[in-house]
């Protein structure tokens, strides 16, 4: 089937969502840990987290109720978002560039790990891959037709992308930024188009804005945390953070960059054009950022900022798209691809890697079931998002999870309906007994330890009134 024919790229993308959601769904007991947490957060629908805003949470909680814990459910869900992605990448490519390059750039992203070895895991930044891509083709769609629908749509998708993470602002400021750096795209300042798009985001992120306000911006204090540097070296914060970041995203890139070695290369003038600002702007103002403030810049926050590089490399650098090359591109792509599925089989085989994947969730589940004799469930299990996720995840009650006993991470506990009917308790210590103590006068009642894969765990019991 010729490459310039929309449904070469259908076939190979339905494929790969096929082959790593049966794949994990068949090597994987457990969610992973990104996961565990989603739906934690999605049994008490927020408009957000104490670390994200919410669609994540929502889209897992809806996987729930259709799969319930199975994790088809959920590996589906990730891979239906990197499909989503593909897409948009692939679309906004035939916006822009000949349909054999489009389908090209759209099949070498499965060479980029992102799209698949991380992909196990559906979080933010899994969800961002598809939120940016269509951010990105209706970014181009409304510089090219000016149509409202397209603004419009731009608006939403900017919206989407923030309600998946906050580092979906270097998205908008690339935008921002082209608009007042591009000529042409300036000229649309004068329109009142960008500003109904900005409008409609803004309205859409109004619910969300007022939780933050309601909780203190609570999220940014995370991701601040999160971001700091252990190092108090100025070279370490500066320099060799931003370049370990730039190393491990060239990593991602490097069986790209061998494909696209095999056509000849061809010139082209550098110019800020709408795919070198998708390609190359938001890559620049992380560094950028990274280099100014010093802040730790997490491999992972990566993920989204790469999606738009083959296109770009693509459509301005190769030439000459003969059978001959095309063909070899082909099967370094199957080969590639066959690779990374050989490294997930290989490092499940170690049982080494994938350790939260592998964790006995039912397990921890069974053994509070086994102690609760009360008839009707308890309200809440109180512990680490990970353990009490994974305890109130594989039970059929499916208790409200009261992280680390802590109301600000759980506003959604009532301490009263709490005492009414009692929780259970999970914890890799007894020391978050006495806190619950001090701070909510409940007093837990210790049960015997249990040990899952070699690891003891204390489980108790507060009693309901």
Same mark, same amino acid.
């Given at each position: 089937?010729?490459?310039?024919?929309?449904?070469?790229?259908?076939?190979?993308?339905?494929?790969?969502?096929?082959?790593?959601?049966?794949?994990?769904?068949?090597?994987?007991?457990?969610?992973?840990?990104?996961?565990?947490?989603?739906?934690?957060?999605?049994?008490?629908?927020?408009?957000?987290?104490?670390?994200?805003?919410?669609?994540?949470?929502?889209?897992?909680?809806?996987?729930?109720?259709?799969?319930?814990?199975?994790?088809? @459910?959920?590996?589906?869900?990730?891979?239906?978002?990197?499909?989503?992605?593909?897409?948009?990448?692939?679309?906004?490519?035939?916006?822009?560039?000949?349909?054999?390059?489009?389908?090209?750039?759209?099949?070498?992203?499965?060479?980029?790990?992102?799209?698949?070895?991380?992909?196990?895991?559906?979080?933010?930044?899994?969800?961002?891959?598809?939120?940016?891509?269509?951010?990105?083709?209706?970014?181009?769609?409304?510089?090219?037709?000016?149509?409202?629908?397209?603004?419009?749509?731009?608006?939403?998708?900017?919206?989407?992308?923030?309600?998946?993470?906050?580092?979906?602002?270097?998205? @908008?400021?690339?935008?921002?930024?082209?608009?007042?750096?591009?000529?042409?795209?300036?000229?649309?300042?004068?329109?009142?188009?960008?500003?109904?798009?900005?409008?409609?985001?803004?309205?859409?992120?109004?619910?969300?804005?007022?939780?933050?306000?309601?909780?203190?911006?609570?999220?940014?204090?995370?991701?601040?945390?999160?971001?700091?540097?252990?190092?108090?070296?100025?070279?370490?914060?500066?320099?060799?953070?931003?370049?370990?970041?730039?190393?491990?995203?060239?990593?991602?890139?490097?069986?790209?960059?061998?494909?696209?070695?095999?056509?000849?290369?061809?010139?082209?003038?550098?110019?800020?054009?709408?795919?070198?600002?998708?390609?190359?702007?938001?890559?620049?103002?992380?560094?950028?950022?990274?280099?100014?403030?010093?802040?730790?810049?997490?491999?992972?926050?990566?993920?989204?900022?790469?999606?738009?590089?083959?296109?770009?490399?693509?459509?301005?650098?190769?030439?000459?798209?003969?059978?001959?090359?095309?063909?070899?591109?082909?099967?370094?792509?199957?080969?590639?691809?066959?690779?990374?599925?050989?490294?997930?089989?290989?490092?499940?085989?170690?049982?080494?890697?994938?350790?939260?994947?592998?964790?006995?969730?039912?397990?921890?589940?069974?053994?509070?079931?086994?102690?609760?004799?009360?008839?009707?469930?308890?309200?809440?299990?109180?512990?680490?998002?990970?353990?009490?996720?994974?305890?109130?995840?594989?039970?059929?009650?499916?208790?409200?999870?009261?992280?680390?006993?802590?109301?600000?991470?759980?506003?959604?506990?009532?301490?009263?309906?709490?005492?009414?009917?009692?929780?259970?308790?999970?914890?890799?210590?007894?020391?978050?007994?006495?806190?619950?103590?001090?701070?909510?006068?409940?007093?837990?009642?210790?049960?015997?330890?249990?040990?899952?894969?070699?690891?003891?765990?204390?489980?108790?019991?507060?009693?309901?009134?």
């Amino acid at each position: 089937m010729p490459l310039s024919r929309p449904q070469s790229i259908w076939l190979f993308i339905i494929l790969h969502t096929l082959i790593w959601t049966l794949l994990p769904t068949w090597l994987f007991p457990n969610p992973p840990l990104d996961v565990n947490e989603g739906f934690m957060w999605g049994q008490t629908l927020q408009w957000g987290y104490y670390k994200h805003p919410p669609l994540q949470a929502w889209l897992l909680e809806a996987t729930y109720h259709v799969f319930h814990t199975h994790p088809f @459910g959920y590996f589906l869900l990730a891979q239906l978002t990197i499909l989503t992605a593909m897409l948009g990448v692939y679309y906004s490519a035939r916006l822009l560039t000949d349909p054999t390059r489009a389908c090209l750039a759209t099949l070498a992203l499965s060479m980029i790990y992102y799209f698949n070895v991380t992909s196990l895991e559906f979080n933010p930044n899994t969800l961002q891959l598809a939120t940016w891509a269509w951010v990105g083709y209706f970014f181009i769609r409304s510089l090219q037709t000016n149509r409202w629908r397209d603004w419009l749509g731009l608006g939403i998708l900017l919206a989407l992308a923030a309600y998946t993470k906050y580092f979906s602002v270097l998205l @908008g400021l690339t935008l921002v930024l082209f608009f007042f750096l591009n000529q042409t795209a300036r000229k649309h300042l004068t329109t009142a188009k960008p500003y109904i798009a900005l409008t409609v985001c803004i309205l859409l992120l109004v619910p969300h804005l007022m939780w933050l306000i309601q909780h203190d911006f609570l999220p940014f204090r995370y991701a601040l945390g999160r971001g700091a540097s252990s190092e108090s070296s100025f070279i370490a914060n500066h320099l060799l953070s931003p370049l370990n970041f730039s190393l491990v995203q060239a990593g991602a890139l490097v069986f790209v960059g061998i494909g696209l070695m095999l056509f000849p290369f061809k010139r082209s003038p550098l110019s800020l054009t709408p795919l070198f600002a998708l390609a190359w702007l938001p890559l620049m103002l992380s560094l950028f950022i990274g280099l100014m403030t010093g802040m730790r810049l997490r491999s992972m926050w990566g993920t989204p900022l790469l999606s738009f590089i083959p296109l770009y490399l693509l459509h301005y650098h190769t030439s000459d798209l003969s059978p001959t090359t095309l063909k070899r591109f082909i099967r370094l792509i199957l080969a590639v691809n066959v690779l990374f599925i050989s490294v997930v089989i290989s490092a499940q085989l170690s049982g080494k890697v994938f350790s939260r994947m592998n964790f006995k969730g039912e397990a921890l589940s069974l053994a509070w079931q086994s102690v609760w004799k009360n008839k009707t469930a308890p309200y809440a299990i109180i512990g680490s998002h990970w353990l009490a996720g994974n305890a109130s995840f594989h039970s059929t009650q499916r208790p409200l999870v009261f992280i680390d006993g802590d109301l600000n991470k759980s506003p959604w506990i009532n301490l009263g309906t709490l005492k009414q009917q009692g929780a259970i308790v999970i914890s890799e210590s007894t020391a978050l007994a006495k806190a619950l103590q001090d701070q909510y006068q409940l007093t837990t009642q210790w049960q015997e330890p249990l040990t899952i894969q070699n690891q003891t765990y204390y489980l108790g019991i507060i009693q309901s009134n």
